[in-house]
């Protein structure tokens, strides 16, 4: 027997993002790269990041994920997302709703919070983990 959702489905041209500020959901346009809340009317970049080069920001913040490549080198104060590859160098802290995966030639050095974490032999963290708890904006 099939389950009945209560909500009414997605349009296949949408997809429903959650806003770091305020934590409302709402839908925007598949192909959006960014938009601004419409309860909070903060900017939110929908885009999936790779790093290959050197970059040191304050906040590195995307609903959509991140991967730093084994030639990335990144700094940051605060990096937000919904999931996170480390293949190179992660300075910073880390707050992912989805799973963040650590590879073994990685370096990750900072506080991390994900529902999940896997680490490859061989990485180098340093860092306080919150793992397996619901993760809220900050």
Do not use: W
């Not at 490549?69 to 910073?92: A, N, S, Y």
């Not at 990685?106 to 860092?127: E, H, R």
Request: charged share 25%.
């Amino acid at each position: 027997m099939a389950t009945v959702e209560s909500n009414v489905p997605i349009p296949s041209d949408r997809i429903a993002i959650t806003c770091f500020h305020c934590g409302k959901p709402q839908e925007v346009g598949r192909k959006a790269m960014s938009v601004t809340c419409k309860f909070c009317s903060k900017s939110l970049k929908i885009e999936n990041l790779k790093i290959k080069d050197y970059q040191a920001r304050r906040v590195i913040e995307t609903i959509g994920h991140v991967t730093v490549e084994p030639t990335g080198i990144v700094f940051c104060d605060r990096l937000q997302c919904d999931g996170l590859i480390v293949r190179g160098k992660l300075k910073g802290q880390v707050v992912s709703r989805g799973p963040v995966n650590v590879a073994s030639e990685a370096d990750l050095k900072g506080d991390v919070a994900a529902p999940s974490i896997q680490i490859g032999p061989g990485a180098i963290l340093q860092g306080r983990f919150e793992i397996g708890k619901k993760q809220e904006g900050s």
